[in-house]
DNA sequence: ATGAAAACAGGCACTGTTGCCGGTTTCTTT
DNA sequence: AAAGAAACCGGCAACAGTGCCTGTTTTCAT
């Protein structure tokens, strides 16, 4: 079951790119210089921030030509696209990885925990932080709002989905359910912009803290917000 | 108490612009254009964000000429720094000014619920939408972070030296009340981050099971984890 | 009132970025 | 092998933004 779902989510979250393995080696050289673009962006992304996302420096960095990068990605906004496409993708990605390999053997009473946990490791990657940036950044600039509001939609949606077909024993609860992933996913996102004022110890101390909210949800302890009225 | 409490926390992070009252016209004329300057710098981060705060835009939001913005403000990192001061002064107020006001009449005990709700609330506003932008961009830019971070620090500082004297009840379980303040602002700050994706109902369900989570905590409900080793 | 100083205006040179285009090399097809 | 296509290169004009600099007007001190 759990590479199954593995597979569907990462299918469900596949940039169009990569969707049919390359046979011509034209094709694959395409594929592989286009995926090194993107990449050099997300290191621009990480490094420099969107507005540090220029196509010079793009092209600079994967040792090509910024004429190569133009026959891939005419424009700079062609270039946001993909590296959106494929930041969520990852994100998806390296959550599951982990979270697949960290559930291998627990209990199922602890199997929140364990998605908490590898969760708030899935926010520590350079990818994240590049979903950091473009997030910001499309919030300001409709153009790339245009393309990241329904990646984040889709990539929102899939999630849900998965969730309800990969934990059925959560039915009866499923408002709980949804509320816990909404709740950690929020605290978690706070917690990481506010590390740089607060420092290690203090999120050390919230998570410990969420990890118990989200324990005390399952045992019941708490009151159903979603139940109650 | 409130009005001693509101007076020390908004000197401490007043900036020294605007310490001294001005009496000369001239001054009287220079501080406030430069707090138009401000003032219309924050309108462009919050439109354009951190990559959009040009001097030109400033200057002409403004009305007035670039030798002018350039007469206050030698380079955009001077105009910059301003308004972090600027933001993080206001910040501070908007909030006061809502706590302080909803807390008349309240009962010891939502003390906390209501300091909450003015929390989230001062989240709404333009000058936290900037501090958002100024706050990501520090991330990438050296420059702006020797500004940012230092100003961030002095907030967090100030805000906890005055929780400590404006809340002595709490001095049996002031581990408690820190956590109550880092859990509140990490999980406020994610919600809005995250609340052009998972929309409003979300976001309120979410908002109650954190006031719900605070009100255990002060009734003691909910283990300490500060407490626990 | 008059010189000094501060507030303000507008222009100039410089840099960096974008989008595009003509030309070259490498691969594919037939 | 030869034509065509796809990947790649480097340069061009256009533009926006920054810092600085020279003036001009308004206010202050004496």
């Known amino acids: 079951m759990a590479t199954t779902m593995q597979q569907r989510m990462l299918d469900a979250m596949l940039p169009s790119d990569l969707a049919v393995p390359p046979e011509r080696w034209q094709q694959q050289k395409s594929t592989r ?82 998605g908490a946990a590898a969760h708030w490791r899935s926010l520590q990657t350079r990818e994240y932080a590049a979903y950091i940036e473009l997030s910001v950044a499309a919030r300001t600039d409709p153009e790339l709002d245009k393309v990241f509001a329904p990646a984040a939609q889709r990539y929102d949606e899939v999630w849900i989905s998965e969730m309800i077909e ?50 005390m949800l399952h045992a019941e302890t708490l009151l159903d917000p979603a139940m109650a009225e």
């Open 33 to 114: 210089t286009r995926l090194r673009l993107v990449e050099a962006a997300i290191d621009c992304l990480v490094e420099q921030g969107y507005a540090g996302l220029t196509t010079q420096q793009v092209a600079e960095r994967t040792g090509s030509s910024r004429g190569a990068m133009h026959h891939h990605f005419a424009t700079r906004m062609d270039l946001a696209a993909a590296v959106v496409e494929h930041v969520f993708y990852q994100r998806m990605r390296s959550f599951l990885d982990d979270y697949l390999r960290s559930v291998t053997g627990a209990k199922d009473t602890s199997l929140l925990a364990v």
């Open 166 to 215: 990969s934990f059925p024993q959560w039915e009866a609860r499923w408002n709980t359910f949804k509320l816990v992933n909404d709740f950690v996913n929020a605290a978690h996102t706070g917690l990481l912009l506010n590390r740089p004022v607060v420092g290690e110890a203090r999120v050390a101390q919230v998570l410990k803290l969420v990890t118990r909210v989200v324990d």
